[in-house]
T-cell receptor
Framework: AQSVTQPDIHITVSEGASLELRCNYS??????LFWYVQSPGQGLQLLLKYFSGDTLVQGIKGFEAEFKRSQSSFNLRKPSVHWSDAAEYFC????????????FGTGTSLTVIP | NAGVTQTPKFRVLKTGQSMTLLCAQD?????MYWYRQDPGMGLRLIHYSVGEGTTAKGEVPDGYNVSRLKKQNFLLGLESAAPSQTSVYFC?????????????FGNGTRLTVT
């Protein structure tokens, strides 16, 4: 069955430190992969997406993610975290189903310490 | 740029009451969705629509009904609210696709059923 796993429920990092949020997926074919960010009281905003080609994709706000087929992973990274990055992060897989449906991970909550 | 607008932002219902959540998008998107977000469970698809006059069930459709009478609007109804429907509800829209078109989210409606 298709699924998305975000192993870390909550992560705390110091401002200026590097960040890596993990995402693993289970899918029969090469999936469309997405990372979304949700600030408190807001909807989800697209950070970046991977369809094909270069396995390292750049997104907004200085984020990047790397697709690793052998590990079924799509981890999100940022070299230097800012206090404004504190939010909930969701990984998602686009299912090849009618209606442009997605499978979402359960999210990782990021706290940034000054 | 309004994007996806949800009304109301907050609502408290008593068990057995009914209500309708309104979603409007101004991006001329064909597809629209209703998700619910619960702690530790990520986003789960309730219903979706691939065009005006069409609707389909998602992962957790029981207890909800939807209508898409106009392309820009997608309504979510609760006929007889239950405490298990306490959640944050998100509307989203996207261009047509099969898992490759990013979703555009509203800011959510927080519903409490007592």
């Amino acid at each position: 069955a298709q699924s998305v796993t975000q192993p870390d429920i909550h992560i705390t990092v110091s401002e200026g430190a590097s960040l890596e949020l993990r995402c693993n997926y289970s899918y029969g074919a090469t999936p469309y992969l997405f990372w979304y960010v949700q600030s408190p009281g807001q909807g989800l905003q697209l950070l970046l997406k991977y369809f094909s080609g270069d396995t390292l994709v750049q997104g907004i706000k200085g984020f990047e993610a790397e697709f690793k087929r052998s590990q079924s992973s799509f981890n999100l990274r940022k070299p230097s975290v800012h206090w404004s990055d504190a939010a909930e992060y969701f990984c998602a897989v686009g299912a090849l189903l009618t209606g442009n449906q997605f499978y979402f991970g359960t999210g990782t909550s990021l706290t940034v310490i000054p | 740029n309004a994007g996806v607008t949800q009304t109301p932002k907050f609502r408290v219902l008593k068990t057995g009451q009914s209500m309708t959540l309104l979603c409007a998008q101004d991006m001329n998107h064909e597809y629209m969705y209703w998700y619910r977000q619960d702690p530790g469970m990520g986003l789960r698809l309730i219903h979706y629509s691939v065009g005006e006059g069409t609707t389909a069930k998602g992962e957790v459709p029981d207890g909800y009904n939807v209508s898409r009478l106009k392309k820009q609007n997608f309504l979510l109804g609760l006929e007889s609210a239950a405490p298990s429907q306490t959640s944050v509800y998100f509307c989203a829209s996207s261009p047509p696709g099969t898992g490759g078109s990013p979703l555009h989210f509203g800011n959510g409606t927080r519903l409490t059923v007592t």
